[in-house]
């Protein structure tokens, strides 16, 4: 109720009349003294008694129309906290770019496997140990036998939901949960995010507020889509600027008695009502506060008592002057991001060396990347970043001086055979691998001071922690 204070108190110090700032502040979003302004009003939640009707209309709605979801049943069955707060974080760290139906599954199975933190912690704790010191796994790896098949358990258990590392980071944080904490999770949000790696500032606000009732606000996509609508937020919702500000207001409207319930209703709201696309304001628990919705059926926002509009050139959270409201758009004028970066093209040299295993079936190299950048930790077929322009007789000598690095055999370029191009694209990066295939007779020895490598069969080539990319070679 102080922050809800505070925000109110810091809206209304504006006079009213229209565009001048007052006295001692400019508009373009700082002090003289160099602290940040205040928002203006219009974007802020400014009255105690609006806040508490939204809350109560949210809460409403979330109990009536509510997913059915297993983590959620686990959240309000579950007596014991730390059990309650894994379970919430294993379902906030799937969810993360993965949709919730996708997820169900992955989580049902991962929580029959591991159903507390001791036993994953375990789990993962057998596998260090196992891969120190003992034999090297019939399957060519410079790993072992035991490493191998629990490995292949976690990449099965999570293949399909994307982002290996999100599941290798759950299972380094279990254990230091384990080992350094005494098994006992952080009890506040604040804390949860600076023990454990891997967890930040949303999905320590998740576990914190379901698991343990703490009034802390989150901010992910969805919430961001229904706050910038609810406050006719239009500024690049990318920006720390506009970030740091929702948070404010998440923090602000969070239900004291009932956080998680109320965080987790304005996820489902953006979720399931305020989609991006077609949103069914009909339908919304909360139209009569959206500003937007406002804006689109009578063509501007509600004005704030004793403040006066904003909509006027140089307010740092309302769309910029040369995107200004586009009637067309409706509510979907908001969010707004900036107009991403085209994605920087790049070439890569890839090779499918393949032998005869044991049973006459073709077997396959595979690499693993680095722990950290792009796909972390992933496994792929040998593979060389290109120079950009480089001619293809020029392409296949690297790649040919890289393998024989690799194998420790002399690889001529002419024995490398042109197969074709795969395209993939990444956030960030138009890739293209250009790839290329070679046969071998015999075995061929590794050398195991260079990165992890192994031989694979088709199918433990799907079961493995392949990128989508690497599928699409093979
Ligand atoms: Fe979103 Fe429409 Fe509800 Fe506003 S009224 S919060 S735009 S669904």
């Known amino acids: 109720m102080n922050q809800l204070r505070a925000a109110a108190a810091r809206g209304l110090r504006r006079s009213s009349g229209r565009a001048a700032p007052p006295a001692g502040r400019s508009r373009q979003g700082a002090s003289p003294r160099g602290a940040p302004a205040p928002p203006p009003a219009c974007h802020l939640f400014s009255d105690p008694a609006e806040i508490q009707a939204l809350r109560g209309n949210l809460l409403a709605w979330y109990d009536k129309c509510k997913r059915d979801l297993p983590w959620r049943t686990l959240a309000a069955t579950e007596p014991d906290a730390d059990r309650r707060a894994y379970a919430v974080w294993v379902s906030e760290i799937m969810l993360q770019q993965t949709q919730v139906a996708t997820v169900i599954d992955y989580y ?6 591991w159903p507390t933190l001791q036993a994953l912690a375990q789990a993962s704790l057998e596998v260090s140990v196992a891969g120190a010191g003992s034999s090297p796994c019939p399957c060519g790896s410079s790993s072992n036998t035991r490493l191998c098949l629990l490995e292949q358990e976690v990449n099965e258990l999570w293949a399909g939901l994307g982002y290996y590392s999100r599941g290798k980071r759950l299972q380094e944080a279990a254990r230091k949960v384990v080992s350094e904490l005494a098994g006992r999770m952080p009890r506040t949000a604040e804390d949860l995010q600076k023990l454990l790696p891997g967890v930040g500032r949303y999905t320590a606000g998740a576990i914190a507020s379901i698991s343990y009732g703490q009034a802390t606000g989150v901010v992910d996509g969805n ?33 004291q008695s009932r956080p998680g319930d109320f965080n987790q209703a304005l996820m489902e709201l ?20 959206c500003q937007a919705q406002r804006r689109k059926l009578f063509g501007k926002p509600a004005p704030v008592p004793d403040v006066e509009d904003c909509d006027v050139g140089g307010c740092p959270l309302c769309p910029p002057a040369t995107e200004p409201w586009d009637s067309s758009l409706g509510v979907t004028n908001f969010p707004r991001k900036a107009a991403k970066k085209q994605p920087r093209a790049a070439r890569t040299a890839t090779c499918v060396l393949e032998r ?85 007779d015999g075995d061929v020895t590794l050398d195991p001071a260079l990165s992890p490598s192994r031989w694979v069969t088709e199918e433990e080539f799907h079961a493995s922690a392949v990128s989508t990319a690497m599928k699409k070679v093979l």
């Open 108 to 113: 049902n199975r991962w929580m029959q496997k």
């Open 223 to 255: 919430v961001i889509r229904v706050l910038c609508r609810l406050r006719c937020i239009g500024a690049d919702s990318s920006s720390p600027a506009v970030i740091d500000r929702l948070w404010d207001m998440a923090n602000a409207l969070v239900d």
């Open 270 to 289: 953006g979720a399931t009502v305020c989609v991006p696309k077609a949103p069914l304001c009909g339908e919304c628990p909360v139209k009569q506060h």
């Open 356 to 440: 005869r295993g044991c049973h006459g079936a073709p077997e396959y190299l595979i690499v693993q990347r680095p722990s950290s950048g792009l796909l972390a930790g992933l496994w792929e077929f040998p593979s060389l970043p290109l120079a950009e322009g480089l001619q293809e007789e020029k392409q296949k000598e690297a790649l040919a001086d890289h393998l024989q690095a690799w194998t420790g055999w002399p690889v001529a370029a002419k024995g490398l055979q042109f197969i074709g191009e795969v395209i993939h694209i990444f956030s960030h990066i138009h890739q293209t691998y250009v790839v290329y295939s070679l046969p071998l």
